[in-house]
């Protein structure tokens, strides 16, 4: 792919809400949406994930993230550590990844 934008990432995480890690990454003051720019402030999933055969499910858990220039490795640092805390609480809270664990998938 050579004509993109640099430093703009999309992570999906199965069995997890985008709204719900949106409003646990704001808590800790991180700025990040779910989807896709074009449909900012929709619950919908991104229209382009679901394009590129994501299924729904997993389209829905995706988070859409900008690093630029003035960002710091700090910064950087303290959205992962925060983000595998949050990814890690939210799942535990799943039914669903509760029985993917069993081994329901």
């Not at 990454?25 to 989807?35: T, V």
């Amino acid at each position: 792919m050579e004509k993109r934008l640099p430093g703009n990432s999309n992570i999906s995480f199965r069995f997890i809400e985008g709204e719900g890690l949106l409003l646990n990454l704001d808590l800790k003051g991180i700025c990040a949406s779910s989807g896709s720019a074009c449909t900012s402030g929709s619950l919908d999933p991104s229209h382009v994930l679901l394009a590129i055969g994501l299924p729904h499910e997993i389209a829905h858990g995706s988070l859409r993230i900008s690093i630029g220039k003035y960002n710091t490795k700090e910064e950087v640092d303290y959205l992962i550590e925060n983000l595998v805390e949050i990814v890690s609480r939210l799942r535990e809270m799943s039914p669903l990844w509760e029985k993917f664990i069993e081994g329901g998938k």
